[in-house]
């Protein structure tokens, strides 16, 4: 269990610093529109950051959820 917990919080940690880059990228590079009236933008990283922010939510649930079971756990052996 306590492998779990190593991973699911490095993990959520991981994908969330992802989330921050990559709203900061779309952010920092910006959009335009050329000449010909065409829109440019990095639309990848919209898509990119709610994708590593659900599964940021996902692990820290995880992590939470293996946090209850081993102290659970834990209580149940001291009884």
Same mark, same amino acid.
């Given at each position: 269990?306590?492998?779990?917990? =190593? !991973?699911?919080?490095? +993990?959520? !940690? +991981? /994908?969330?610093?992802?989330?921050?880059?990559?709203?900061?990228?779309?952010?920092?590079?910006?959009?335009? !529109?050329?000449?010909?009236?065409? /829109?440019?933008?990095?639309?990848?990283?919209?898509? /990119?950051?709610?994708?590593?922010?659900?599964?940021?939510? /996902?692990?820290?649930?995880?992590?939470?959820?293996? %946090?209850?079971?081993?102290?659970?756990? =834990? =209580?149940?052996?001291? %009884?």
């Amino acid at each position: 269990m306590n492998k779990v917990l =190593k !991973v699911s919080s490095w +993990l959520g !940690v +991981l /994908l969330f610093i992802g989330a921050m880059i990559c709203i900061a990228a779309f952010n920092m590079i910006g959009s335009e !529109v050329d000449a010909q009236g065409m /829109l440019h933008e990095p639309f990848f990283l919209i898509p /990119l950051f709610w994708l590593f922010f659900m599964s940021s939510l /996902l692990a820290g649930g995880v992590n939470i959820f293996a %946090r209850n079971a081993q102290t659970k756990h =834990k =209580k149940e052996i001291i %009884r």
